[in-house]
């Protein structure tokens, strides 16, 4: 099959450098899973899914990325939903930049840095759930281009996001597990024992 018809791609955990035109006669993706571990390409602000950019919906990180390499998702309007695996330690610049659709971010616990306006454009942002224990250093508050949108962290380090001079900017910030704390603890208590 020629690559105009292919639909699904999967970048394997070895590739360490993509060629600007390399994925340019796949038109048509509408999927990408990216397990290379330590990536680049050229750094121009494109992806290098640029062909493809408006088509693919779906991009997932296989959980053994540690760098998401700068304009990596540049452009791709149709994707909803991002999730950061735990082993990535870096987020490069305007990785998701121009994401418009992207509705909600996971970001795992390994993540230390991420780079200037990496998810600016996504103004449809609604929810960033984001487990470092340590806020993530960031290059500037162009990072985010919707602060509206609900921010969840570990409850241990609420503050510190709160206080943080990027991550502070969000209007609602919550505990991760504050939906959980429902559950009845005092059963025992309660329970009459004279019948």
Request: a negative charge.
């Amino acid at each position: 099959t020629s690559e105009d018809n292919i639909k699904e791609i999967t970048i394997p955990w070895f590739v360490e450098y993509i060629k600007t035109n390399a994925l340019s006669k796949f038109i048509n993706l509408t999927s990408v899973k990216w397990e290379a571990i330590n990536c680049t390409f050229p750094y121009n602000l494109e992806s290098p899914f640029y062909a493809s950019k408006e088509n693919i919906t779906s991009f997932t990180f296989g959980d053994k990325v540690e760098t998401i390499p700068s304009s990596l998702c540049y452009g791709m309007t149709g994707l909803k939903e991002i999730n950061i695996p735990h082993s990535v330690t870096s987020i490069g610049s305007n990785t998701f930049n121009g994401c418009t659709d992207l509705r909600t971010i996971t970001i795992g616990e390994g993540v230390e840095s991420i780079g200037e306006n990496a998810f600016a454009g996504c103004k449809n942002l609604k929810q960033v759930t984001a487990y470092p224990m340590s806020v993530p250093e960031v290059e500037n508050e162009d990072v985010f281009a919707n602060y509206n949108a609900y921010l969840y962290v570990p409850c241990d380090v609420h503050e510190d996001y709160d206080l943080d001079d990027v991550f502070g900017n969000f209007k609602y910030i919550k505990c991760i597990e504050s939906e959980e704390v429902d559950a009845p603890e005092k059963v025992e208590i309660e329970v009459d024992e004279d019948n």
